[in-house]
T-cell receptor, first 114, second 116 residues
């Protein structure tokens, strides 16, 4: 079955440590996205990539970094510079950036930093 | 910039009640509109979409009509079930061009709880 895999489902880190969240898709989609979700709020875009080896900052990119070396993979690193990293992180992909293309979401990773 | 406003929740209904969740948007041009659903602890699933004015998206008994004149995309269901309990997000994606190209803008989400 095609889909998006995020691992792990729960992740715990100490303050000051960088952590990388995994996102893999086998849908052959060109575009991939990272969102952050906080309780009672909608999703906010962190980074997105329209094609391999290219990515753009979203609305809240500070303290995060990404890479897109392969079409299938779009890992997100939460650095120690992110002031409030505890959140639910969602990865998504879509066939392209055309308006009518919907985004497909992974199951999410819940990151807790103490 | 683009924005989506959803009715404030949470919404609590009895089984078989009628559901309406209001959604209005602000965007340049004619965006595509989406409703996503999120069950507890999971990612988002696309519920339905509409890509042009007067289109009606429908799925699993849910419906929403793209109303350009009122910039709205309200979600409705005639008879809700306990299994419909979830968080519902309205979202828009702009047409080609501009700095928002390819990006989804989400509303804040509406929590729906359905009691037996």
């Amino acid at each position: 079955d095609g889909g998006i895999t995020q691992s792990p489902k729960y992740l715990f880190r100490k303050e000051g440590q960088n952590v990388t969240l995994s996102c893999e898709q086998n849908l052959n989609h060109d575009a991939m996205y990272w969102y952050r979700q906080d309780p009672g709020q909608g999703l906010r875009l962190i980074y997105y990539s329209q094609i391999v080896n290219d990515f753009q900052k979203g609305d809240i990119a500070e303290g995060y970094s990404v890479s897109r070396e392969k079409k299938e993979s779009f890992p997100l690193t939460v650095t120690s510079a992110q002031k409030n990293p505890t959140a639910f992180y969602l990865c998504a992909s879509s066939r392209g950036t055309e308006s009518s293309y919907e985004q497909y979401f992974g199951p999410g990773t819940r990151l807790t930093v103490t | 910039g683009d924005s989506v406003t959803q009715m404030e929740g949470p919404v609590t209904l009895s089984e078989e009640a009628f559901l309406t969740i209001n959604c209005t948007y602000t965007a340049t041009g004619y965006p595509s509109l989406f409703w996503y659903v999120q069950y507890p602890g999971e990612g988002l699933q696309l519920l339905l979409k509409a890509t042009k004015a007067d289109d009606k998206g429908s799925n699993k008994g849910f419906e929403a009509t793209y109303r350009k004149e009122t910039t709205s995309f309200h979600l409705e269901k005639g008879s809700v079930q306990v299994s419909d309990s979830a968080v519902y997000f309205c979202a828009l994606k702009p047409r080609a061009g501009g700095t928002s190209y390819g990006k989804l803008t989400f509303g804040q989400g509406t929590i729906l709880t359905v009691h037996p």
